[in-house]
């Protein structure tokens, strides 16, 4: 499992997902807040009328971030960190076994994660939440909740297993993925969902016996695509089976004693 070594020039900042903190050192301070980084340094805003109004479009600002990203099934909190005094050092990482990776925003392009990718950015990234996919994935669950990341700076995702970096252009313009491999896109890529053969027979195979379920996420256009080699839901089922496994002795399960 990789994980993310992050060197802070004095003031500088980065802020994570909480649980994506590993270690830092004692000059860099730490902070947890409900409001994300408005490409202002990570500094809450003043709404710009100052005062009690600006307070308040603040607050409001802050609640439907944090609204947001509890529909995204993530955590409500964000936590920064600053060097203070001379430079420092944190680490992250991500929650499952596989790779990390460095996306570098230069303003001229918005990138796209699923939900449990991201990991860490500067303070300098913007961070929101999108919605794609369509009616369909919107009832299937299947990639309807996405985070964007506009702005300038770095942006450190994580996925399990390998990564594939693929360009749809380079596939006459369009590839179907599993909806569980799919970690992150850059703008001008359209992303959808689509099912797979209906309720049909062979749509019916498809989710039963294939493990594909009924839909598939599309991906058009011409810009980067990084997908995983492992999903979440066949690392579940590979440690349930092995689990089960360790429950049986040498001849299976019918035969199989058990101590006390």
């Not at 979440?232 to 006390?260: C, R, V």
């Amino acid at each position: 499992m990789q994980m993310a070594v992050v060197n802070l020039h004095p003031g500088q900042t980065v802020y994570c997902e909480a649980g994506k903190f590993l270690f830092k050192t004692t000059n860099v301070t730490m902070e947890t807040r409900l409001s994300g980084p408005s490409g202002n340094g990570g500094q809450p805003q003043g709404g710009g009328g100052g005062g009690m109004g600006g307070l308040l479009r603040q607050a409001m600002g802050t609640a439907m971030q944090a609204g947001q990203r509890m529909l995204a099934g993530e955590s409500l909190a964000f936590q920064y960190f600053t060097a203070q005094g001379g430079e420092g050092t944190v680490g992250f990482a991500g929650v499952l076994p596989g790779e990390m990776r460095a996306l570098e925003l230069d303003g001229t392009r918005a990138w796209f994660a699923e939900k449990d990718a991201f990991v860490a950015a500067e303070s300098t990234v913007d961070f929101g939440i999108a919605f794609a996919g369509g009616r369909t994935g919107m009832s299937g669950g299947e990639g309807f909740v996405l985070e964007k990341f506009t702005g300038h700076g770095t942006v450190i995702i994580a996925g399990a297993g390998n990564f594939i970096d693929l360009n749809p252009a380079d596939f006459g313009g369009r590839i179907e993925v599993d909806t569980g491999c799919v970690v992150a896109f850059e703008e001008g890529i359209q992303y959808g969902v689509q099912r797979v053969g209906g309720l049909n027979r062979q749509g019916i195979m498809n989710a039963v016996f294939g493990g594909e379920g009924l839909s598939l996420a599309t991906l058009e256009g011409n810009g980067r695509v990084i997908l995983q080699s492992l999903t979440i839901e066949s690392l579940a089922n590979a440690l349930k089976k092995a689990q089960g496994g360790d429950k049986q002795g040498p001849t299976g399960g019918l035969f199989s004693t058990h101590a006390g």
